[in-house]
């Protein structure tokens, strides 16, 4: 079962534009949502994240939003730039209750295309 | 550092064979994990291990085996290849499996791309 859901599968976007991406998630008990970043032949590696107790975290020109009533979080990429070209993977805990920020659920990916 | 080091890169396998996916990690990292990555399907769970001696099963544990047998090292065998199995695997690690420490990311490998013909 796909504890988090994510979309859109694929974005395509102009230079300088805003990319989201959106994730929605059922376990209430959920307490840390990172992003994470992949580039071609390479691993995630982790780009931004947030815990419930906060609405927005924002780090350069990357935002997570937080919506905790709706259940949802989404990662917004500000000034898009062709190198921000890449999948992305929203995660949550794999299990409800307690921290357990190495074992990670993950949501099924977007490909961002940044066109120049 | 070299972070987590996969090997090998690439593996061409017959249905029925076995093979070991070899994953290393030098920065004393309790924790590691496998996930295997499809289309459409993002990454998910196979094996994980919160440190030397302790295995458990993640979200698709079937047709995998693992142990950890040191610090360092968490390989993932498969016995008898299926082409179900035909993916991208995935190690990482992290400082703290329980949380104690704030921020601790998953690590990952550059991985294996594994097809099963």
């Known amino acids: 079962q796909q504890q988090v859901k994510q979309s859109p599968q694929s974005l395509i976007v102009q230079k300088g534009g805003i990319s989201i991406i959106n994730c929605a998630y059922e376990n209430t008990a959920f307490d840390y949502f990172p992003w994470y970043q992949q580039f071609p032949g390479k691993g995630p590696a982790l780009l931004i994240a947030i815990r419930p107790d906060v609405s927005e975290k924002k780090e350069g020109r990357f935002t997570i939003s937080f919506n905790k009533s709706a259940k949802q979080f989404s990662l917004h990429i500000m000034d898009s730039q062709p190198g921000d070209s890449a999948t992305y993977f929203c995660?949550?805990?794999?299990?409800?209750?307690?921290?357990?920020?190495?074992?990670?659920?993950f949501g099924q990916g977007t490909i961002l295309t940044v066109h120049p | 550092n070299a972070g987590v080091t996969q090997t090998p890169k690439f593996q061409v396998l017959k249905t029925g064979q076995s093979m070991t996916l070899q994953c290393a990690q030098d920065?004393?990292?309790?924790?590691m994990s496998w996930y295997r990555q499809d289309p459409g399907m993002g990454l998910r769970l196979i094996h994980y291990?919160?440190?030397?001696?302790?295995?458990d099963q993640g979200e698709v544990p079937n047709g995998y085996n693992v142990s950890r047998s040191t610090t360092e090292d968490f390989p993932l065998r498969l016995l008898s290849a299926a082409p179900s199995q035909t993916s991208v695997y995935f190690c990482?690690?992290?400082?703290?499996?329980?949380?104690?420490?704030?921020?601790?990311?998953?690590?990952f490998g550059n991985g294996t791309r594994l097809t099963v013909t």
């Open positions: 920065m004393n990292h309790e924790y």
């Open positions: 990482a690690s992290s400082y703290s499996y329980s949380g104690r420490i704030n921020n601790s990311p998953l690590h």
């Open positions: 995660a949550a805990p794999f299990n409800a209750g307690g921290t357990s920020y190495g074992k990670l659920t």
């Open positions: 291990s919160v440190g030397a001696g302790i295995t």
